[in-house]
């Protein structure tokens, strides 16, 4: 029985995860995928190959998460023109984003070490970043369309949104941050706060 791509990538991953880039060997990832290492270099080529298409799967997953978080809200509207209420958007889209990084926070953290020492890693995982940006930029471009928000920089404003959710799971996964333990009553704060302002 053949082993399919995303079951060597899975096991790339959490080999990589669990020994550092430089300590994944081809063989432990090999025998993490339960194939011998000729398979792995036949489908793969190299070791920076298979960490490119790690990246590379991660970008997507991300990419389907946050497209899923949007359809699933129908944020640019019904039929008939009805957006959502924005804080109720932001709130599920957040919810989503923090989940989707709650189960890959270590790889994130590995791969942001790795991409200081290699351009190449660098670039891909940058896109992951830049891909959500442009997703969120979007919907406040929409939002400020509708009226639903005053006009800001909405590459900022996306930025900022992000930031946050990055900045949250990273505190939480470094830290053990217990001092908001639920995401929802966080989410709504910061939403609150990121709508509104604190004045």
């Not at 023109?81 to 889209?93: D, F, S, Y």
Request: glycine share 6%; charged share 30%; net charge neutral.
């Amino acid at each position: 029985m053949a082993v399919k791509d995303e079951e060597i990538l899975k096991a790339a991953m959490k080999t990589i995860v669990r020994e550092g880039y430089d300590g994944a060997t081809t063989k432990l990832i090999a025998d993490e995928a339960g194939i011998n290492e000729v398979t792995l270099f036949r489908k793969f080529h190299s070791k920076e190959n298979i960490l490119q298409a790690v990246i590379t799967q991660q970008r997507d997953n991300a990419l389907q998460a946050l497209t899923s978080a949007f359809l699933s809200r129908g944020v640019h509207g019904d039929d008939k023109g009805n957006a959502p209420r924005i804080a109720t958007t932001l709130t599920e889209l957040g919810d989503r984003l923090i989940e989707f990084m709650k189960t890959r926070m270590d790889l994130m953290i590995l791969l942001m070490s790795e991409g200081r020492r290699k351009p190449s890693v660098a670039k891909v995982i940058s896109s992951i970043p830049q891909d959500m940006i442009v997703q969120l930029r979007k919907l406040f471009e929409e939002q400020m369309r509708l009226k639903k928000i005053r006009d800001v920089d909405p590459q900022l404003a996306a930025v900022t949104f992000l930031g946050f959710l990055f900045y949250y799971s990273l505190m939480k996964e470094l830290f053990n941050d217990k001092v908001i333990e639920e995401n929802k009553g966080i989410l709504d704060g910061f939403v609150d706060i990121f709508l509104n302002g604190v004045r």
